[in-house]
């Protein structure tokens, strides 16, 4: 797997754990535009991450960033709540959001590694 196909899998896991939330009542309106709104912002960042352009990569890798944070936060919450939903969505997101910056990491060490042999 490379950082485009998990920049991809992250948005998709965005946007259908966003409705999921809204199918089942989101105890947070709020958190489920946040997922679509994260979701296509990560979409719109792929074919920038296909493509290697290290600007837009380092866009999706703070996008991500975000993701996670957010993620763990409402996962914890769920747990509190005993929200299981919540929680499992949560939790999906943020393993799928720690997948992600695993891969990302990996696209930029393997960048410069290609970026010192080509001097």
């Known amino acids: 797997m490379n950082a485009y196909l998990a920049t991809v899998i992250c948005a998709g896991a965005l946007l259908i ?8 009542g989101a105890p ?7 997922c679509g709104l994260l979701g296509f912002a990560l979409l719109s960042c792929a074919p920038g991450v296909k493509a290697e352009n290290k600007t837009v990569a380092h866009a999706a890798v703070m996008i991500v960033l975000v ?9 914890f919450t769920g ?5 299981t939903v919540l929680a499992a969505i949560a939790g999906i997101i943020a393993a799928d959001a720690v997948l992600a910056k695993v891969f990302f990491i990996k696209s930029f060490r393997d960048a410069r590694k290609a970026r ?4």
């Open 28 to 34: 947070n309106p709020f958190l489920v535009s946040i």
């Open 17 to 24: 754990g966003g409705l999921v939330l809204l199918a089942v």
């Open 116 to 119: 010192e042999a080509a001097q």
């Open 67 to 75: 993701v996670l944070l957010g993620s763990l936060w409402y996962f």
């Open 79 to 83: 747990l509190q709540q005993g929200n």
